[in-house]
């Protein structure tokens, strides 16, 4: 039976968590009175006004939270959806004399399906390009508000919004509006806090960190941006929804693009990926204007360069500098989390069918030949290795297994399935895990984070449930031998850990394939020995076959029982180790021969 | 009929060629850099009101005006290299990105607090109107943007066809480590790519300025149909920014006339929806490649 | 004096070490040779000469001068020349303006001698000047590969550092440039070649050196190097186990 890094008689591992903040239901009460203050104390109504602005912008901002600072998607329309909210509830109440309650889901819903519309367009776009979609969203609504009088008004705006009623009672008093404003936002903080703890959470921020990586892993990446989109944008819905009911007046200038960069500036300035970042930026950039009054003309421009000088010294916002450090200084405590289970490897071998067929494989970038008709079988519960000279096509030829690319002509099936035309998250989901040359980790994500993404995989026989995901992450990372240093962010552990938890990410879906690019790259002679060590535990795994491609011929030697050797594109030897690494043609591949120099 | 046709394509022309100008600008710090500057459309701003205060206020000739304002830009230009770019030029696109728009919002509010909100009127070039040629009537200042426009473009062409200063521009765009490795000062190639694309820039605003009134929101409208001109005519390709530019002109000139007036600006913007989903390397651009 | 020295090297690439400690020297007028697989730090080495990056420890020493922290385009303004990995030719301009570009680092030149100067690089690479007008992107592995050292070789440098030449090209071609190679060096040229073909790089080498995970394992002379079991080994494996007789 397989060796397992932790067997029932070994020691609980004990697991570093950083200290829990003690003494949270003290802050957490003020908060809750917070907005009752008004009540108590005499507040004028121009600070209502602004405490009334501040909880309504935060509400986009927070979506830009999401939609930014978690995905990694660039929003320039923000403003855009803000509006479609505030408008919604302007003609539902004003030109239809409908309640604000109908109103209300109508603008969620309207920012929302248009979000979602956005967001298919990052099937195609990315960076630059998503910017300037969503900027041309932005620049057609503006138009529309301004031009399509009939219906908006035009530059004159929808005035004489009322006030909601909430059982009977209308909220008309701007201090009982601003609780109903602050409980919703209330309401937001807390789902924008909760979700990078789920699984949706964590596979936008792994799409963030490394779009690809998270492709392989089995990320729906496609899906997560679209969702990112539609919460976003219906979060800012909901806000726009509330100020048009709280300032009862709605005007085109209010949802313009300049709108749209400020709470891009106002997310930027208290911390991208953060809900307290959030509305700390919204209530700085609100305040700041009042408090910087004496400064006049000359603010608006500091403020244009003080988006510069973010950028350059502060881009994770004031926040992220806080909790930097605050992290710092404060020390993780070890928390005792008992024993690790044993990963479970094994895989049921149905038949002695070959778990992977390359079949007459091409791929051409324009006429350049990379991968020339290359046919490969791997044998399930094998270690089969493909080596070949430097640009001789095997990462390619990786990547079109993987379903990076298309082959140009040939096919792929995977245990018994036509896997060509599926995308690689789809792989995944059919048991094919990866590691990459260059290590792709979710950099700023904690070990045990990386490795749940690999969990999360569709199709990973688990019970549902992130305990579930946990328990097998863990087992993942016990079994390369981090469960100690689950909870570091990975970017911060030494190459050969990262290493380490690249593969425990791969075995954490419970791969029928195991596809392994150059994994001792880079690695030092003891390094080196451990991974070893660790192919052949994996070896003696049930039913797991390894295609592994590699430089390291000695390593090679130790753990593969087939190899499959490469050059120009095409294969020019096959076999077992011993004979193949002896065969003058390889030979030849790699050191050249007298022959060639002579003739 | 063919009169009002020819009317429109003209006016749609110069529009286009405004564009074009701009949109070059913006193309030469991509393909050098890498960095799409969001407030490209600031440069034609700043030079307009730069010409304001020379050509109204200080009452200076206008040759002098115009070459001092461009000087006024080349100095923003290398401002820019070594506040905006420079600072950022190992990072990813998104701060880079944020950070230009935050110069556009610098430029456009030190403006706004040295010269005030109020749009000002600049005056022509020339005091004659222009001249009728059959049943069209040829602007002044519109054939001057169009002559002027050929000129800057042709200057561009020799510059960068036939001499040696644009080879090594071209070959720092191309790849640039490899540049540094034959000796080419590549910061200075940048710098010069900053200043020569801030003239340009400010060389559309100065023409424009006496058809629009001289506003602190001038350039940013300008600036978006800059960018749109760039993606529909190849993400950064030097001819499909001028190509698409004129062709965002014309296209803008007949919506405006056989559409709607308001909805104009609006066709722009669909045009690059369309081809950002369908084409989004543009008309001449290389296709936006698969990589690993 | 040797002509270029390097004293202990070391290259990190963020926290990966490249190379450990990295001595070796080229003496005027010879072709040397660096030999290893793929990833044992070869290109680092040349990277780090040449200026794209700097040793984290160590010296280096060109003509007596220490070079290691100066910019790359400073060290090819002292005479040496880099042609990477990849040839990395200037897809977008013809071949006459690429050759042109090689002699950027040696401040204004009169057109004439320009003209000059690329005329006899017509001579030492006649296909290039069949092509004098085509796009570097449209020409194969093995024009390329010429053109990028026609390009080196308009800096006029003293020493030229050749990084696998050979790689993706077919055998034939090989050939034609090694018999370039040998051409330059008759000429008087100084060469350190990197290559993972060491049979073909030791038929023109005067000494060659062997890394291996970033460190110096063998030195000698082509023929103390050919047919070396150990220099085999070192690629390819074959009876050398990676023994744990390291401390942790």
């Not at chain 1, 003891?526 to 390593?555: C, N, P, W, Y």
Request: charged letters at 15%.
């Amino acid at each position: 039976m397989s060796e397992a890094a932790t067997s029932t008689m070994a020691p609980p591992i004990t697991v570093r968590r950083p200290r829990l903040r003690p003494r949270l239901i003290p802050p957490l009460v003020v908060l809750a009175l917070l907005p009752f203050l008004p009540f108590a104390i005499t507040v004028s109504d121009y600070t209502l006004n602004i405490l009334m602005q501040a909880t309504t912008y935060a509400m986009p901002v927070l979506g830009l939270a999401i939609v930014l600072g978690y995905t990694g998607q660039i929003n320039l329309a923000q403003a855009a959806f803000f509006g479609l909210g505030a408008y919604a509830v302007a003609l539902v109440t004003v030109t239809l004399g409908q309640s604000f309650w109908i109103g209300l889901p109508i603008g969620v819903a309207l920012a929302a399906g248009l979000g979602f519309v956005l967001g298919l367009t990052t099937l195609r776009l990315g960076g630059h390009y998503l910017a300037m979609i969503t900027i041309s969203f932005q620049q057609i609504f503006d138009l529309v508000l301004n031009n399509w009088i009939a219906v908006t008004r035009g530059p004159d705006g929808i005035a004489g919004i009322a006030r909601p009623s909430l059982f009977g009672w209308v909220l008309a008093d701007a201090r009982t509006y601003l609780v109903l404003c602050a409980a919703v936002l209330y309401a937001m903080v807390a789902f924008v806090w909760w979700l990078p703890s789920t699984r949706l959470g964590r596979a936008m921020r792994a799409v963030r960190e490394n779009e690809l990586a998270a492709e392989v892993t089995g990320v729906h990446t496609l899906r997560v941006k679209v969702v990112a989109f539609t919460i976003s944008s219906a979060l800012a819905g909901m806000g726009g929804v509330l100020f048009a009911a709280g300032f009862a007046y709605v005007s085109p200038d209010n949802f313009s693009f300049g709108r749209s960069v400020e709470f891009l500036t106002m997310v930027l300035l208290g911390g991208v990926q953060s809900p307290i970042g959030a509305a700390l930026g919204t209530v700085l950039l609100i305040l700041l204007p009042e408090w910087l009054r004496f400064l006049k003309g000359i603010y608006l421009a500091v403020y244009g360069l003080a988006v510069i000088l973010i950028m350059v010294f502060m881009p994770e916002g004031i926040w992220g500098l806080i909790q930097t450090v605050w992290k710092r200084l404060a020390r993780p405590a070890p928390v005792e989390v008992g024993r690790v289970r044993p990963l479970e490897l094994d895989i049921p071998v149905a038949d002695t069918s070959p778990i992977l067929h390359l079949r007459e494989v091409r791929k051409h970038f324009g006429g350049v030949k990379a991968v020339a008709g290359v046919d490969i079988q791997v044998s399930r519960g094998t270690v089969h290795a493909l080596i070949g000279p430097n640009g001789s096509g095997k990462t390619t030829i990786l990547n079109v297994l993987n379903g990076i690319y298309r082959p140009t002509a040939g096919g792929i099936v995977l245990d018994g399935e036509d896997v060509t035309g599926r995308s690689p998250h789809e792989r995944a989901g059919r048991g094919l895990g990866r590691t990459f040359q260059n290590i792709r980790l979710f950099s700023a994500l904690s070990a045990l984070e990386n490795v749940m993404v690999g969990a999360q995989r569709d199709g990973n026989p688990l019970p549902p449930g992130n305990a579930a995901l946990r328990e097998r992450a863990l087992s993942a990372l016990g079994f390369v031998g981090l469960a100690d240093r689950a909870h570091l962010v990975v970017k911060n552990l030494p190459y050969g850990h990262q290493r380490l938890v690249e593969i425990a990410r791969a075995l954490a879906g419970h791969p029928k394939l195991l596809l392994l690019d150059e994994p001792a790259a880079g690695l030092n002679p003891v390094e080196k020995q451990s991974l070893v060590e660790l192919l052949k535990r994996l070896r003696s795994a049930h039913g797991l076959t390894i295609f592994l491609i590699e430089h390291d011929m000695g390593l090679i030697e130790q753990v593969s029982d087939r190899i499959s050797v490469i050059n120009f594109g095409k294969k020019i030897a096959e076999g077992a180790p011993a004979e193949v690494l002896r065969h003058p043609d390889v030979i030849a591949a790699y050191l050249g021969t007298p022959g060639h120099a002579a003739a | 009929m063919l009169a009002i046709n020819l009317q429109i394509l003209f006016s749609g022309l110069a529009v286009g060629a405004i564009y074009a100008l701009v949109s070059l600008g913006f193309v030469l710090i991509i393909r050098a850099t890498n960095v799409v500057n969001f407030a490209q459309g600031d440069f034609p701003m700043v030079a307009a009101f730069a010409m304001l205060t020379l050509l109204s206020s200080l009452k200076l000739p206008y040759l002098l005006s115009f070459v001092l304002s461009l000087a006024v830009m080349a100095v923003v230009g290398v401002a820019f290299n070594y506040g905006v770019y420079y600072p950022l030029r190992n990072r990813t696109y998104l701060p880079v990105l944020i950070s230009t728009l935050g110069a556009g919002i610098f430029m456009q509010n030190a403006v706004l607090a040295i010269f005030g909100p109020q749009p000002h009127p600049l005056p022509k070039v020339f005091r004659a109107q222009g001249f009728q040629v059959g049943g069209v009537f040829l602007d002044s200042q519109y054939l001057l943007i169009l002559a002027v426009t050929l000129v800057a473009v042709g200057f561009q062409y020799f510059l960068f066809e036939y001499t040696l200063l644009g080879k090594k521009l071209q070959a720092t765009s191309q790849d640039k480590d490899m540049a540094r490795l034959v000796g080419i000062p590549v910061a200075g190639m940048i710098t010069f790519t900053f200043v020569y694309s801030a003239a340009l820039g400010g060389l559309a605003g100065i023409l424009v300025a006496p058809i629009l009134f001289v506003s602190i929101g001038m350039g940013s409208t300008i600036a978006l149909k800059a960018f749109s001109a760039t993606i529909i005519g190849g993400f950064g390709d030097v001819t499909g920014a001028i190509v698409g530019g004129l062709l965002l002109g014309v296209v803008e000139a007949f919506a405006a006339a056989y559409v709607s007036v308001p909805y104009k600006d609006a066709f722009a913007f669909l045009l690059v929806f369309v081809f950002l989903l369908l084409r989004p390397q543009g008309i001449f651009g290389e296709k936006v490649s698969e990589k690993a | 004096m040797p002509l270029l020295e390097l004293h202990q090297v070391q290259s990190h690439y963020g926290a990966v070490q490249a190379l450990k400690g990295v001595s070796l020297r080229v003496e005027e007028g010879e072709i040397a040779t660096l030999l290893g697989a793929n990833g044992a730090g070869k290109t680092t080495t040349l990277r780090t000469i040449s200026g794209l990056m700097h040793p984290s420890a160590g010296g280096i020493t060109f003509a007596g001068r220490e070079i290691h922290r100066l910019r790359a385009e400073q060290v090819v303004r002292l005479g040496i020349a880099h042609v990477p990995e990849g040839r990395h030719v200037f897809p977008g301009l013809t071949v006459t303006e690429n050759i042109m570009l090689g002699a950027s680092s040696r401040g204004r030149l009169r057109r004439a001698t320009l003209f000059a100067e690329i005329e006899e690089m017509f001579e030492i690479f006649p296909d290039l000047k069949r092509l004098s007008s085509a796009l570097g992107w449209s020409l194969s592995g093995g024009q390329q590969q010429m053109l990028a050292v026609a390009r080196g070789l308009m800096a006029k440098p003293r020493l030229l550092l050749l990084d696998e030449p050979s790689l993706g090209l077919a055998p034939i071609i090989v050939q034609q440039l090694f018999e370039v190679i040998k051409r330059i060096r008759a000429l008087g040229m100084t060469i350190l070649l990197v290559e993972q073909n060491a049979h073909m790089a030791l038929s023109v080498a005067d000494r060659g050196y062997v890394l291996e995970t970033g460190k110096l394992m063998l030195e000698g002379t082509p023929a103390e190097l050919l047919d070396n079991e150990e220099v085999r080994a070192a690629y390819l494996g074959g009876g050398r186990s990676p023994s744990p007789n390291v401390t942790a």
